[in-house]
Nanobody, 119 residues
């Protein structure tokens, strides 16, 4: 059974950068599609970025040009590089996965890591 553990969230000023990490334990992620979701207080969880099992990426419009998802199969880790952070990026960020080529209805979730963008 794959377990996902996120890290890297913290308080950062607007315009700053963060890199979130999601380490998968229990099995190699080379056959998994992965993604990052976020949920702000009082709002629904939204998809931020996905990466297919063969490395193709997609990002939601609100983060395009600022966020980049990537993965390192050798380290069993997925990253979310976040630049030019805005206050509206404040949320709990969750790593998700599914053993499939694309991330549709993920069935594996991490516990979340808090990102707060504030001066």
């Amino acid at each position: 059974q794959v377990q996902l553990v996120e890290s890297g969230g913290r308080l950062v000023q607007p315009g700053g950068s963060l890199r979130l990490s999601c380490v998968a334990s229990g099995r190699t992620i080379s056959n998994y599609a992965m993604g990052w979701y976020r949920q702000a207080p009082g709002k629904q969880r939204e998809l931020v970025a996905t990466i297919t099992s063969n490395g193709m990426t997609a990002h939601t419009d609100s983060v395009k040009g600022r966020f980049t998802i990537s993965k390192d199969n050798a380290k069993n880790t997925v990253y979310l590089q976040m630049n030019s952070l805005k206050s509206e990026d404040t949320a709990t960020y969750y790593c998700a996965a599914k053993r499939a080529p694309v991330l549709f209805q993920p069935d594996l979730w991490g516990q979340g890591t808090q990102v707060t963008v504030s001066s």
